[in-house]
């Protein structure tokens, strides 16, 4: 094995010319504006003020006592909470009726993966539209059986509820596809043991498929905790933020602050905050996955 | 005996019958959407508002269609979409299969601090670099272009996770290939052309579904840096689009099928490699 390796041996000025493009543009395009971004936050950079001047944690200390951060805050928590336990109920279910093959599957998956492949912008507005408070597809449904339908998107309790309906729809094809991966790797004599201890369906969900397939949901649910905190297209197409504030999150005030009001100072340091909180995400993911990989294997 | 066998198969066809059943709701329920926009789009607008609503499109018109192209330019929509997403994806295969095969076949010092380091990118997304790529593209005049649009996904998530998706690959390819190169005499550039690189097509082909997807997909950047008309892309104009239309759904609904078919055309056409790429990107993302 050494021997061999020697053969091909060390070739710094090829391994140095093949990373160089990407590495030069990762440091420029990524790393240079994350360290601005934290410079940034640091100012009082804004588009009326002409003498921009270091405040050290100024915009930080200002975050923390501003409301509408806490609601922002709060909105985007409500946004992960909802989503999280019923993209995995869901995701689940329709794994467990989808992974087998029969007749028609491709099609069936193909149903639910469709919203996939849709662009965001697309679906927000196709969903705005269907939750209409006059003539939207739910609420003339509703009427039929005589219930008059709520203003689904100009209501304060209900916009980010929503907001989570239509994200999550969007997206249970794709971790439908990823459970059913993990799923078909599990290996079938677990389940033809257990029926001939005369398990019973949901048992042999709870005893074997679950606790087999456990890396994958808590990759999807990190998956999901990161896309949760970064939403931003369906909020601006369904609600636009509204009605009022009620359905600002994270990346909309990081917008709204930046590109309406051009407050870059103070926007960067929500962005900051984001940025931390998508580092600490990501390590414990890593981390999870190294400690699982003979799992993966 | 044969009554219970008898019995057994009853239950199972029965099982069958409502597992049937259950796909089929779903299928309904998750396809529905797409049924709404397009026949709201083939109607005209006082049908749109009719109740009860009208559930095929009865007169059928075309009208909205014509009028999309008459009130914004969406073929040029499309084509900043399309090679936008093709630009991405074609520089995202380059500099992450250069960067990959180096990681995985060629040994230089520092090589896995590097690989950490770019492997980091996947956590900083474009929503919060924005700020200052923003400043800096004014500042050059390239706020208003697609560069940014472009050379951002290149170097930014999408160029770390092709690195990484890349490397894993080619550190299954067997490194006797390579030696046999180096022994007729190849250059690693030549060996890269010619081996790796044809070995690594389906590889490749995850990658560019995934980066032309997120391209295709982008909103915040184009919404940040776009403000002449004729450079946005196909969700940037459909949004605004929908805001000047307002209630008239017929048009909207127009506007959100035209920017939906051709994505949906090249998915019909390879639906398994679509859903293959796109949970891999999922897991190893």
């Known amino acids: ?297 | 005996m044969r009554i219970d066998s008898e019995r057994a198969r009853r239950t199972k066809k029965r099982k069958k019958i409502v597992h049937y059943l259950v796909c089929s709701i779903i299928a309904v329920i998750m396809l529905f959407p797409f049924y709404w926009m397009l026949t709201t789009s083939l109607k005209t607008y006082s049908n749109v508002m009719k109740f009860p609503p009208q559930w095929w499109p009865d007169p059928f018109t075309l009208d909205n269609y014509i009028e999309l192209f008459s009130r914004h330019p969406f073929l040029t929509y499309l084509w900043n979409s399309v090679y936008i997403a093709a630009l991405v994806s074609l520089g995202v295969v380059f500099v992450s299969s250069l960067a990959g095969y180096a990681f995985a076949k060629i040994r230089f010092k520092g090589s896995n601090f590097l690989f950490l380091v770019i492997l980091s990118g996947m956590m900083m997304p474009i929503e919060v670099t924005i700020i200052p790529l923003f400043l800096a593209l004014s500042e050059m005049n390239l706020a208003n272009s697609h560069f940014g649009l472009i050379i951002q996904p290149i170097f930014g998530y999408c160029g770390a996770f092709g690195t990484f998706l890349m490397r894993q690959f080619f550190i299954t390819v067997p490194t006797e290939l390579i030696e046999a190169g180096k022994i007729d005499g190849a250059s690693h550039l030549r060996i890269f052309n010619k081996i790796m690189l044809p070995l690594a097509s389906s590889t490749i082909a995850t990658l560019v579904i995934f980066s032309f997807l997120q391209s295709w997909n982008d909103y915040l950047m184009p919404l940040v840096l776009l403000n002449d008309s004729r450079t946005y892309t196909l969700p940037l104009g459909l949004k605004l689009f929908a805001s000047e239309m307002g209630v008239e759904w017929n048009l909207v609904m127009a506007g959100a099928t035209f920017s939906t078919l051709p994505m949906m055309i090249v998915f019909f056409f390879s639906q398994r490699k679509f859903m293959e790429s796109l949970a891999m990107a999922g897991i190893k993302g």
């Open chain 1, 1 to 297: 094995m050494r021997s061999k390796s020697k053969l091909y041996g060390k070739d710094p000025l090829w391994g140095h010319t093949f990373i160089s493009p990407m590495l030069i543009g990762f440091i420029v395009i990524s790393l240079l504006p994350i360290i601005a971004t934290f410079f940034i936050s640091l100012t009082d950079w804004a588009l009326l003020n002409n003498k921009v001047e270091f405040i050290g944690f100024e915009n930080y200390k200002k975050l923390f006592s501003d409301p509408l951060f806490y609601k922002v805050t709060k909105n985007t928590l409500l946004f992960t909470v909802l989503l999280i336990p019923s993209n995995l109920v869901l995701c689940l279910g329709l794994a467990s009726l989808l992974k087998r093959n029969f007749k028609g599957v491709g099609f069936f998956r193909t149903a639910v993966f469709t919203p996939v492949i849709t662009t965001v912008v697309v679906w927000g507005i196709l969903w705005k539209y269907i939750f209409q408070t006059d003539n939207g597809l739910v609420n003339t449904l509703l009427s039929m059986i005589d219930i008059k339908g709520p203003q689904w998107l100009y209501n304060a309790k209900l916009a980010i509820p929503v907001a989570v309906f239509v994200t999550l729809v969007k997206g249970l094809g794709l971790n439908m596809v990823i459970f059913i991966g993990a799923m078909k790797d599990v290996p079938d004599m677990y389940y033809e043991a257990s029926e001939i201890d005369g398990a019973s369906k949901l048992r042999q969900f709870f005893s074997i498929t679950l606790p087999s397939i456990a890396p994958s949901i808590f990759l999807v649910t990190i998956i999901t905790i990161i896309g949760s905190l970064k939403v931003f297209a369906q909020i601006d197409t369904l609600t636009e933020g509204g009605p009022g504030t009620s359905s600002f999150v994270f990346v909309y005030y990081i917008y709204q602050q930046a590109f309406k009001y051009y407050n870059f100072g103070y926007a960067s340091s929500i962005s900051a905050i984001l940025f931390a909180i998508i580092v600490v995400l990501t390590l414990i993911q890593w981390k999870m996955r190294k400690r699982w990989v003979y799992h993966e294997n």
